[in-house]
């Protein structure tokens, strides 16, 4: 699996949740979530991204 193919989904959908102020809304009381797990997605796809092995160029 391409490593750039699970990143790429998971930095479009946390630049759509920044720019369009999307949240979970809050429940009893109004307004919303304080942890958005929708953006906070990123960081743990991101944090699993540093151990795809990525090509290296052959030794010359």
């Known amino acids: 699996m391409n ?3 699970a990143l790429a989904p998971s930095v479009g959908l946390y630049l759509a949740i ?3 102020d999307l949240n979970f809304p809050n429940y009893p ?3 919303t979530w ?3 797990p929708m953006a906070w997605q990123m ?3 991101a944090s699993q991204f540093q151990f795809f092995p990525l090509p290296r160029s052959p030794n010359v």
């Open 43 to 45: 960081m743990f796809v």
């Open 34 to 36: 304080f942890f958005n």
């Open 3 to 5: 490593p750039w193919a």
């Open 18 to 20: 920044q720019i369009g």
């Open 29 to 31: 009381t109004s307004g």
